[in-house]
């Protein structure tokens, strides 16, 4: 694994920290439209969607850029490079791939200047971690799908303008093959006969939804892909996202919090980061968030050969899980009851994050496959185990 970056990656660098320091305020001096203003200059820069090809509007960076582009953002904690997430993690690749020109032509403007936000409708109720045994159906008319079913789990639904989901058209009850028979469509969220109900955590946050679908009119051009063929467009859309580095820096950007947060906390009469257990905890979820970062090289390395990523990238999401349950703890630990304030409650440390984040786990460790379903991907696809 070669560690060294060439002359033109290095040059790259510099640009991404020359545009840095001459359009990144500092927060106290950011005012209403910052952010707009920072959009349209990663925008205009095709730093937003950089790794999707120039002829849809990408900046058809290669994967070196991209992870150059994302490292040095991270590093100056820089506002996101785009704000449709789901538009340009999972939807926005699959219209690249499957989409017709008129669709391309459509949504990727849009997802590329944050006009909106989209959510995916893969998990439903009773199904599990069996995807393929999805029941929410389309039955075709004409030039229609009319789409009855539910899902349930749908990250930001309830900020969402847009679904890229799957349904059923075909194969109703069949065992044979449950994978064929999929089929992927785009639907509009306030189409009549849609409802969305906000599912809230512990924390009082509402990520993720119910949605209920009853007798909606779907026309055909919103079809992804070839009908019965939605698994094939889910499967790259997901090897798309997994093969993220985003993980790595938001867990190494809560460490660093964790770090402050003992800091200016006292444990037994003395700062807490000279206690001899926090700061053994605290090696651990370093050590812990290394090996991601040392994983996720992997995973690059076989992308720059041009080798296909697998279900060895559960690892780094179970890891991650795995992380922000024991990180959300051992900070309520260090604060005891103060650990329990949410929001501006009277006592609560940083304004109530911790509380926040120890009972709103579930947005980060549940979104993308839970714990139990990497453990099965790991058990069976990479160590060989009986399925489950």
Known sequence: MDFEYTTEEQTFRKEVQDFLAENLAPKAKRDQNFMADWLKKVRDKRWVGFSWPEDVGGGGGN????????????????????????????VGPGIIQYGTEAQKQRFIPDILDSKYHWCTGYSEPNVGSDLASLQCKAVRDG????????????????????????????????????????????????????????IENMAGGKVFAQIFFDDVKVPVENRLG?????????????????????????????????????????????????????????????A????????????????????????????????????????GDFAIEILGAAGLQLHNQQD?????????????????????????????????????????
């Open 226 to 286: 070839d009908e019965g063929k939605g698994w094939a467009v889910t499967i790259s859309s997901l090897a798309n996202e997994r093969s993220s580095i985003g993980e790595v820096t938001a867990m190494y950007e809560k460490l660093d919090t964790l770090r402050a947060l003992v800091s200016k906390v006292t444990r037994n009469g003395r700062p807490a980061n000279q206690d001899s257990k926090v700061r053994r905890t605290m090696g651990v979820f370093e």
């Open 63 to 90: 994967i070196m850029q991209q992870v150059i582009l994302k490292e040095e953002m991270a590093k100056a904690k820089a506002p996101p490079l785009g704000t449709c997430m789901m538009g340009l993690a999972w």
């Open 348 to 388: 609560a440390v940083d304004r109530g994050k911790w509380a926040n984040d120890a009972l709103g786990w579930p947005n980060v460790v549940i979104g993308g496959g839970t714990p139990n379903i990497q453990k099965n991907i790991i058990g069976e696809r990479i160590l060989g185990l009986p399925k489950d």
């Open 288 to 327: 812990k968030i290394e090996s991601m970062r040392l994983n996720g090289l992997r995973y690059l390395t076989k992308q720059i050969k041009g080798e296909p990523l697998s279900s060895e990238t559960s690892v780094n999401k179970l890891h991650r899980a795995d992380l922000e349950v024991s990180m």
């Open 143 to 198: 030039d229609t799908y009319t789409i009855n079913g539910t899902k349930i789990w749908t990250s930001l639904a309830p900020f969402a303008d847009w679904i890229s989901m799957l349904v059923r058209t075909d194969n109703f009850g069949s065992s044979e093959a449950k994978h064929e028979g999929i089929t992927a469509l785009l639907v509009k969220l306030d189409t009549p006969g849609i409802e969305v109900k906000p």
